[in-house]
């Protein structure tokens, strides 16, 4: 059974950096394409970024050129850096397989709020 534990989420004020980090448990990572999604209030749940098992990634126009995805597949961990964070970046994120099937279960998230 797949277990997905998000961390490094926080308060920043607009402009500053986060780093996530999602680590998961009970897959083979390294054969999954793996995305951060993010759920802002009263918004759908969205793919913001996704790194393919070869190492090629995409991002959703919002966020190009501030965040990049990362994956260790030794450490079965991928991350998301947040650089030139904006209010409407506030949302929990979430990892996940990227795609049209995701896996059955979701981890928790963590908040990420950026406000002054």
């Known amino acids: 059974q797949v277990q997905l534990v998000e961390s490094g989420g926080g308060l920043v004020q607009p402009g500053g950096s986060l780093r996530l980090s999602c680590a998961a448990s009970?897959?083979?990572?390294?054969?999954?394409?793996m995305g951060w999604y993010r759920q802002a209030p009263g918004k759908q749940r969205e793919l913001v970024a996704a790194?393919?098992?070869?190492?090629?990634?995409t991002y959703v126009d919002s966020v190009k050129g501030r965040f990049t995805i990362s994956r260790d597949n030794r450490k079965n961990t991928v991350y998301l850096q947040m650089n030139s964070l904006k209010p409407e970046d506030t949302a929990i994120y979430y990892c996940n397989r990227a795609g049209a099937t995701t896996f059955g279960s979701w981890g928790q998230g963590t908040q990420v709020t950026v406000s002054s």
């Open positions: 790194i393919t098992t070869g190492g090629s990634i």
């Open positions: 009970g897959i083979i990572f390294s054969i999954y394409n």
